[in-house]
């Protein structure tokens, strides 16, 4: 049987890329066809997607793919950040720009949904943890705006952009799931929790599952992309973070993983939720993830703190900083951290003046110099990922014999190496392309591939090349820096 080419756009918080798959029996490959920046912008009104520059970004990616691919793509399907939307009029038209997730919009706004729903029970009828860019707060910051009261639709970004391509219009489960408005028992609407916290779930289209068909691209984009018709879309597992987890390559039966980039997301992969008090206080989240699976994990802020540093001094090269982090010395376990679970450190700007202030806030000596700040950042990571990855398996009563590292963090050995030492346990690290990737197979099992995740993640792990780190280090150094914060 044949080899056939899928295309994976795969949005993140600082760069798209369109990735061409090529899936067969017993093969699987990944190239890039298109990188292109996403930059933010921050204007008067507030911090804003450039979504049209990512809309163009992914015309010009369709139109590499297809050449890469030879002309032929069996589908495309997009995946993204999560919980932000765009708004459409009565006619179908995008209301304004994107906002941002880090947009202070929602600062202090969380508490006056929980006065109509308390927090408790938003928990226990959703499963999402509390962030304060949950699409559920967002709209709650909406209410009243011109814009808000013009509005017939919500569409997150990857349904946004689908829309755009096809003309057609739905919302993906997986990332429906991080609006906070989904019931994880039974996977449709929380229509109790909407109605009390004054949300119309009219505004939302009808739910797709991760494998539906979505559209064709329409006659002026495949014009517009030198597409030969008809290519069909797939909805993939849209919640870039869920295509991620689906990519994991673990063989093992007792796995944890982390989803390392912008942001680190560290837990389990379970077949319930996880919906009890004691969960709901660690700030665990229930996000949806594919073949029924759910995806109980912890934000934690993740390379965030290293890309705002780079940016304040004027990004200077990593690759000689890293070295020169790799020998700060601090003993046998982290040097000074800070807690980078929690939202200290969500919006842009001064990240190595406020990681140095949150040290000395917490009695220990702040870093001095750009390579002590690297270090403190990736410890800081390291120690938040142990952290997320233990109380996971306590809350879920799970074992977990092995850490799977996958996304663009796995580029980043120290990381890697300091995960291991923090956990205590053996870390596997690859691929860096894991949300393309699950992307990539969720439209292949809808075009025919027949492979249940276990067989998903075989074939990753005999195509994709991997690292191991074996742990090293004073394991208890790193517990005691971990009931320091807890405390
Ligand atoms: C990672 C991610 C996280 C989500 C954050 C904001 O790219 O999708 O899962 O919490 O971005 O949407």
Request: hydrophobic content about 45%.
């Amino acid at each position: 049987s044949r080899t056939r080419a899928f295309a994976a756009v795969d949005l993140g918080a600082s760069s798209g890329r369109v990735m061409v798959g090529r899936v067969g029996p017993g093969t699987l490959e990944l190239s890039e066809a298109h990188r292109f920046a996403n930059r933010p912008v921050a204007l008067p009104e507030g911090l804003r997607w450039d979504v049209l520059g990512l809309y163009a970004g992914v015309l010009d990616g369709l139109r590499a793919a297809g050449g890469a691919a030879g002309g032929r793509l069996a589908s495309v399907g997009i995946d993204s950040w999560a919980v932000d939307y765009g708004l459409l009029d009565a006619d179908g038209a995008l209301l304004g720009n994107p906002v941002h997730y880090r947009d202070a919009r929602t600062e202090g706004v969380a508490e006056r949904v929980w006065a109509r729903v308390p927090a408790t029970e938003l928990y226990a009828a959703t499963g999402i943890q509390y962030v304060p860019f949950n699409t559920l707060y967002q709209l709650e910051a909406e209410r009243g705006t011109a814009r808000f009261a013009a509005s017939r639709q919500l569409l997150l970004i990857p349904d946004l952009l689908a829309y755009w391509l096809t003309g057609e219009r739905g919302t993906e489960l997986t990332n429906a799931s991080t609006t906070q408005l989904i019931d994880p028992r039974t996977r449709e609407w929380a229509h109790s929790v909407a109605g009390r916290a004054g949300i119309d779930l009219g505004l939302f289209a009808p739910l797709r599952q991760p494998g539906d068909p979505a559209g064709k691209l329409l006659p002026d984009v495949l014009a517009r992309t030198g597409l030969p018709g008809p290519v069909p879309m797939t909805a993939v597992a849209s919640h870039d973070t869920a295509s991620a987890v689906a990519a994991v390559p673990a063989t093992e039966r007792n796995f944890a993983y982390i989803c390392t980039g912008t942001w680190s997301l560290a837990g389990l992969e379970l077949e319930a939720p996880v919906l009890t008090e004691e969960s709901r206080r660690a700030n665990f989240t229930n996000e949806l993830g594919v073949d029924g699976t759910v995806r109980y994990l912890r934000n934690i802020m993740g390379l965030w703190l290293l890309q705002e540093s780079l940016r304040a001094w004027g990004n200077p090269e990593l690759e000689p900083l890293l070295r020169e982090a790799a020998t700060v010395r601090t003993g046998s376990g982290p040097g000074p951290v800070v807690d980078a679970s929690g939202p200290a450190f969500l919006a842009p700007g001064r990240m190595p003046e406020r990681i140095a202030e949150a040290c000395r806030a917490a009695g220990l000596p702040a870093p001095r110099t750009r390579a002590e700040t690297v270090r403190c950042v990736l410890d800081s990571l390291a120690l938040a990922h142990r952290r997320a990855i233990g109380e996971a398996r306590r809350l879920a009563g799970r074992e977990v014999d092995v850490v799977h590292m996958v996304g663009g963090g796995v580029r980043n050995a120290l990381l890697c190496q300091l995960t291991a030492d923090a956990c205590g346990l053996p870390v596997v690290a690859g691929p860096a392309e894991a949300a393309a990737l699950g992307n990539v197979l969720v439209q292949a099992r809808a075009a025919g591939l027949r492979a249940d995740r276990r067989r998903m993640r075989e074939l990753l792990a005999g195509t994709q090349p991997l690292a191991s780190y074996e742990p090293s280090g004073d394991g208890r150094a790193w517990a005691r820096a971990a009931a320091r914060i807890s405390a």
